[in-house]
């Protein structure tokens, strides 16, 4: 594997900070977030002083019921090329359920859920990483997530289920070592373990990220600082292998530069003071000891895809559109998902249109959070606000007539099959000034 050394994740709001920042020698960006065949200024700058950019996808799902979509290994395919890119990443999630497996409507998640550790569960994902690798251009490699559910009647360890996938298709790894934290506070896993069984020479790079614990729950923000615990564990994941690159992620509340320079100066000093090689007393990756459940016998992949959908859409329903806990969860966790699923909803949304929260000021989180409970996201994230608004519209709100017509006009500019014409713009922009547009 290329050795990629330390690296951080490019982000528009910190584009300058990036640029400036010493040792950096590579960057990781969001797939989804890149224009096809346009790239911003700042990634042709560090692209042409040798910095190597790798594309993140956060969309795919290979770890739904669902084959892989063509259009999103497409899209992922394109950014390789376009970035010429060593490898891709993805993660083992997924992000949406229903569908015709299930003969049920298409629900999306917003966010990345976890897989369930079961064999059927591992049959599928393994298939659909094969159809993922064949479509894409470099290399794939596959991140652990981070979670606030178990899945009840799990039937692998995280390291199991990592190292028989790796087994059965020579996926690589990105190894998020925040997540394992992240899942030692809220699932009781043991990162040490986890480290103990995956393959760690599969390693093709490193995650770390900062978080916060709220009421005994850690919350995977990527807009804290690193802490100490993080630190231990890539110690951990130090002790054990030479990753080939490890990278510092950050996605919100953007500190100064002089805060990233400091978190990437431990990151090197903890990479630096275990340097030394595998530990004594830990196993070598040769010593790795084998998975020590039954390997069951081989089942159709149709039966597992039907049985995992069914699963995946029983939790995301629970999640987003209300209907009861599939049984075996934790509810109160279950709650503490679901409202982070709706906050992070909101927040996208205001990203995504920040129109919105201008128009319907301090109304817009309470009646966008009202609104999530009874309309599950099923068409992105844009599609998302059109709806929000049209529903505000409808039932006749936000109570300021003039903010009304504001927010109709928002709608109709960006809900029209094709852009107005002129005529029509000052049709609506006359209309609107005499009071009688869209009440």
């Given at each position: 594997?290329?050795k990629?050394?330390?690296?951080?994740?490019?982000?528009?709001?910190?584009?300058t900070?990036?640029?400036?920042l010493?040792?950096?020698d590579?960057?990781?960006?969001?797939?989804?977030?890149l224009?096809?065949?346009?790239l911003?200024?700042?990634l042709?700058?560090l692209?042409?002083?040798?910095?190597?950019?790798?594309p993140?996808?956060?969309?795919?799902?290979?770890?739904?019921?669902e084959?892989?979509?063509?259009?999103?290994l497409?899209?992922?395919a394109?950014?390789?090329?376009?970035?010429?890119?060593?490898?891709?990443t993805e993660?083992?999630?997924?992000?949406r359920?229903?569908?015709?497996?299930?003969?049920?409507?298409?629900?999306?998640?917003?966010?990345?859920?976890?897989?369930p550790?079961t064999?059927d569960?591992?049959r599928?994902l393994?298939e659909?990483v094969?159809?993922a690798?064949?479509?894409?251009?470099?290399?794939?490699?596959?991140?652990?997530?981070a979670?606030?559910?178990?899945?009840?009647?799990?039937?692998l360890?995280?390291?199991?289920f990592?190292?028989?996938?790796v087994?059965?298709?020579?996926?690589?790894l990105?190894?998020?070592v925040a997540?394992?934290?992240?899942?030692h506070?809220?699932r009781?896993?043991?990162?040490?373990?986890?480290?103990d069984?995956l393959p760690?020479e599969?390693?093709?790079?490193v995650h770390?990220?900062?978080?916060v614990?709220?009421?005994?729950?850690?919350?995977?923000?990527?807009?804290?600082?690193?802490t100490?615990p993080?630190l231990?564990?890539?110690?951990?994941?130090?002790d054990?292998?030479?990753?080939?690159?490890?990278?510092?992620?950050r996605d919100?509340?953007?500190?100064?530069a002089?805060e990233?320079?400091?978190?990437?100066?431990?990151?090197?000093?903890t990479?630096?003071?275990?340097?030394t090689?595998?530990?004594e007393?830990?196993?070598t990756?040769a010593?790795r000891?084998?998975?020590s459940?039954?390997?069951?016998?081989?089942?159709?992949?149709t039966?597992s895809r039907?049985?995992?959908?069914?699963?995946?859409t029983?939790?995301?329903?629970a999640?987003?559109?209300?209907?009861p806990?599939p049984?075996?969860?934790?509810t109160?966790r279950?709650?503490?998902?679901?409202?982070?699923?709706?906050?992070?909803?909101?927040?996208v949304?205001?990203?995504v249109?920040p129109e919105?929260?201008?128009?319907?000021?301090?109304e817009?989180r309470p009646?966008?959070?009202?609104?999530?409970?009874?309309r599950?996201?099923?068409?992105?994230?844009?599609?998302d606000?059109l709806?929000?608004?049209?529903?505000l519209?409808?039932?006749?709100?936000?109570?300021?007539?003039?903010a009304?017509?504001?927010?109709a006009?928002?709608?109709?500019?960006?809900?029209?099959?094709r852009?107005?014409t002129?005529?029509a713009?000052f049709?609506?922009?006359?209309?609107?000034?005499?009071?009688?547009?869209?009440?």
């Amino acid at each position: 594997m290329e050795k990629l050394g330390t690296g951080i994740g490019w982000r528009p709001e910190i584009a300058t900070a990036v640029e400036e920042l010493p040792g950096i020698d590579w960057v990781e960006v969001v797939a989804e977030n890149l224009c096809p065949g346009h790239l911003p200024d700042s990634l042709l700058r560090l692209r042409e002083r040798g910095v190597t950019v790798v594309p993140h996808g956060v969309s795919l799902g290979v770890g739904g019921a669902e084959r892989p979509a063509a259009d999103r290994l497409a899209a992922l395919a394109e950014r390789a090329i376009l970035l010429e890119s060593p490898l891709v990443t993805e993660h083992i999630a997924f992000v949406r359920a229903g569908g015709p497996l299930t003969a049920s409507p298409g629900l999306e998640a917003g966010h990345l859920l976890p897989v369930p550790r079961t064999w059927d569960a591992l049959r599928v994902l393994c298939e659909n990483v094969r159809v993922a690798q064949e479509a894409l251009p470099v290399p794939l490699a596959l991140e652990n997530i981070a979670a606030l559910v178990s899945w009840p009647g799990e039937e692998l360890t995280e390291g199991q289920f990592l190292a028989e996938l790796v087994e059965r298709t020579g996926v690589r790894l990105l190894i998020d070592v925040a997540n394992l934290h992240t899942n030692h506070v809220n699932r009781g896993e043991d990162p040490a373990a986890a480290l103990d069984e995956l393959p760690v020479e599969a390693i093709a790079y490193v995650h770390v990220a900062g978080g916060v614990e709220r009421d005994g729950v850690w919350h995977d923000t990527h807009a804290h600082p690193v802490t100490a615990p993080v630190l231990g564990v890539l110690a951990q994941l130090r002790d054990r292998v030479d990753p080939p690159g490890v990278l510092l992620e950050r996605d919100d509340d953007f500190p100064p530069a002089a805060e990233l320079a400091g978190e990437l100066s431990a990151i090197r000093e903890t990479l630096t003071a275990h340097e030394t090689g595998t530990a004594e007393g830990r196993e070598t990756p040769a010593e790795r000891p084998s998975a020590s459940v039954p390997v069951p016998a081989s089942a159709s992949i149709t039966a597992s895809r039907q049985r995992l959908a069914l699963a995946e859409t029983a939790l995301l329903s629970a999640l987003v559109a209300g209907t009861p806990a599939p049984g075996g969860f934790d509810t109160r966790r279950l709650g503490v998902q679901s409202r982070a699923l709706a906050a992070k909803r909101a927040d996208v949304v205001s990203h995504v249109a920040p129109e919105l929260p201008v128009l319907l000021g301090a109304e817009y989180r309470p009646a966008f959070l009202a609104y999530a409970k009874s309309r599950p996201m099923s068409g992105g994230y844009r599609r998302d606000a059109l709806d929000f608004a049209e529903q505000l519209l409808r039932a006749g709100r936000p109570a300021d007539a003039a903010a009304r017509r504001r927010l109709a006009l928002w709608w109709q500019e960006r809900s029209a099959p094709r852009r107005p014409t002129r005529a029509a713009r000052f049709a609506r922009a006359a209309r609107t000034r005499l009071g009688r547009a869209y009440r």
